[in-house]
T-cell receptor
Framework: DARVTQTPRHKVTEMGQEVTMRCQPI?????VFWYRQTMMQGLELLAY????????DSGMPKDRFSAEMPDATLATLKIQPSEPRDSAVYFC????????????FGQGTRLTVV | GENVEQHPSTLSVQEGDSAVIKCTYS??????FPWYKQELGKGPQLIID?????GEKKDQRIAVTLNKTAKHFSLHITETQPEDSAVYFC?????????FGTGTRLKVLA
């Protein structure tokens, strides 16, 4: 059952705390995306990796967000320090090599910063 | 900049009727147009896609049409069923970067 796995599914944290979200892409996929979904902004691309290298992180607030792929089976998105405005659902998606291919989304991590 | 407009934002139809969702994109370099369905508490899931060399594509009750000249593409769902109720997103891309529409909440009334 090939699917993108995200952990945790839900996270409630206090303002100022560090938050780490994890994603396991589908085996064989070499592209990984991080999206943020809010009611106001919809689906926003935060970062894009190809072959574990970050090719686009222009959507991320650089001062507090960071994204990495320590290996081909793990992508992480970290927020430090977290703020209430970071409350959103964060999705990871993975895809096959090549342009214009389907992005497979995980179930998301619902983050609430209080 | 790149933009995708999606209408309507909400749509209610009677079971068995058809539903149509429309999107307009701005980047003329876009050549891939996927449609995603998102159910409550889940991630978006691809339901159909179309590439710029095709004007129409159909998969059972779902069809997508593309007018590249007008930069319009539409999702058509026929014989709607209650399980079609969800939020639908269109997207456009010419590279890796999907530009998503703002979503349409479809309610199918039994």
């Amino acid at each position: 059952d090939a699917r993108v796995t995200q952990t945790p599914r839900h996270k409630v944290t206090e303002m100022g705390q560090e938050v780490t979200m994890r994603c396991q892409p589908i085996l064989g996929h070499n592209t990984v995306f991080w999206y943020r979904q809010t009611m106001m902004q919809g689906l926003e691309l935060l970062a894009y990796f190809r072959n574990r290298a970050p090719l686009d992180d222009s959507g991320m607030p650089k001062d507090r967000f960071s994204a990495e792929m320590p290996d081909a089976t793990l992508a992480t998105l970290k927020i430090q320090p977290s703020e209430p405005r970071d409350s959103a659902v964060y999705f990871c998606a993975s895809g096959l090599p090549g342009l214009n291919t389907e992005a497979f989304f995980g179930q998301g991590t619902r983050l609430t910063v209080v | 900049g790149e933009n995708v407009e999606q209408h309507p934002s909400t749509l209610s139809v009677q079971e068995g009727d058809s539903a149509v969702i429309k999107c307009t994109y701005s980047d003329s370099a876009s050549n891939y147009f996927p449609w995603y369905k998102q159910e409550l508490g889940k991630g978006p899931q691809l339901i159909i896609d179309i590439r710029s060399n095709v004007g129409e594509k159909k998969d059972q009750r779902i069809a997508v049409t593309l007018n590249k000249t007008a930069k319009h593409f539409s999702l058509h769902i026929t014989e709607t069923q209650p399980e079609d109720s969800a939020v639908y997103f269109c997207a456009a891309t010419g590279t890796y970067k999907y530009i998503f529409g703002t979503g349409t909440r479809l309610k199918v009334l039994a």
